[in-house]
């Protein structure tokens, strides 16, 4: 039987693939069947458009997969980048990466982020962009612990003894050492990364050309319980997305902790 860790995933992905591949046809308004409660024609119901609530949430599923997998690249990128360059090289280098690290786990991620988008734009990339920046300090700590830990081993003195340069040392010998915490923690910071979306479009704060969830919960958020479907399937496709990429995090951390046993 599968678990919730790669059944979930699968879920995704398969709600993302969907989205992409069904013609447009299928996600057309029916006017005649404005608000209307789920039933056999429309399994989640429709909303104030007459647009049938199931493709709604189908068709917004790629822009949260595009969202979380750019959060865990940027975050990735960014956090391994600064962890490697404060635990390798040490010094004034590491004071400020340091001092960048904890204002960014000092402050929230979400109101970080609602500034900047509110400042610099909605679109779908600079969003995850941002928010891959306000997510990137926890890599970043994860990975400068290991390059500090892994300098110190007899594996990198005979590196250096041998005379391979420190780029060598760093991207042969050091980094496929310390990138297992920092793959556990972008599965991790993707989960976080469609969750602040979410927030960001209901706010009103997305990109408006593309299908987004938080945007969807929020065009309906001011009928209250009249037309509560059209609320409550966005919410629970939002949660799915979180709960799948949290659950491929955690399976991550247990595969990478009994592959450290051997």
Known sequence: MLSAS?????????????GLLLPASFFSPDYSA???APSLAH???TDALGRDVFMRVIKGAPTSLMVGA?????????????GGAAGYLGGWVDAVIGRLTDYFLTIPP????????????????????????ALAASTTRQVRAQFLTLRQREFVASARLIGMSTPAIIFQEI?????QPAIVQSALNAASGVLIHA????????????????????EN?????????????????????VVGLTSLGDRLNRYFDVARRY
């Open 110 to 133: 979400f109101f970080f982020v609602l500034v900047a988008v509110a400042i610099l734009g909605a679109s779908t990339f600079t969003s995850s962009l941002i928010i891959g920046i």
């Open 70 to 82: 750019a959060v865990a690249f940027f975050s990735a990128v960014l956090g391994i980048a600064g």
């Open 34 to 36: 404005i608000q209307e």
């Open 43 to 45: 399994p989640l119901g």
């Open 199 to 218: 927030g960001l479009g209901f706010l009103g704060l997305s990109d408006p050309n593309v299908a987004e969830w938080g945007a969807m919960i929020s």
């Open 6 to 18: 790669v059944l979930l995933p699968l879920l995704i992905l398969g709600m993302a693939l969907a």
């Open 175 to 179: 980094l496929p050492n310390a990138i």
């Open 221 to 241: 958020f001011a009928r209250g319980l009249f037309g509560w479907w059209s609320i409550l399937a966005p919410g629970v496709a939002v949660t799915l997305f």
